[in-house]
């Protein structure tokens, strides 16, 4: 019978540890509430999969995000690349979209 303080296999550990850190992100994104708002973290389609980014400070007329890594993939949106200081609309206009999509197709945003 296998031990259950064996570790996992290396590419099964790869695949749970980001869907662990997703999952904790989302609940943090229910908690926050809807819209612009500093932890918040948002998906954008990015080259046939999904860049993640988080919402890490928000000034007067922009915003700062930083990219995530959340999945295998590690895509990265061309604009928002790794992430910067961009216009606040533009930022909060990316959130209200992901958080539309989420509602619209029943996933937790």
Known sequence: MASSSRTLPEMVAEVTEPQGKLDAVLQRNRELGKGLKVGKTFKIQADGGYA????????????????????LDRYMDEMLAGGGTFPGPVIERLIHHYETLAELFGETA
Do not use: C, F, L
């Open 52 to 71: 993640w980014y988080e919402v890490t400070r928000i000034g007067p007329d922009s915003a700062d995000v930083e990219w995530r890594d959340y999945g």
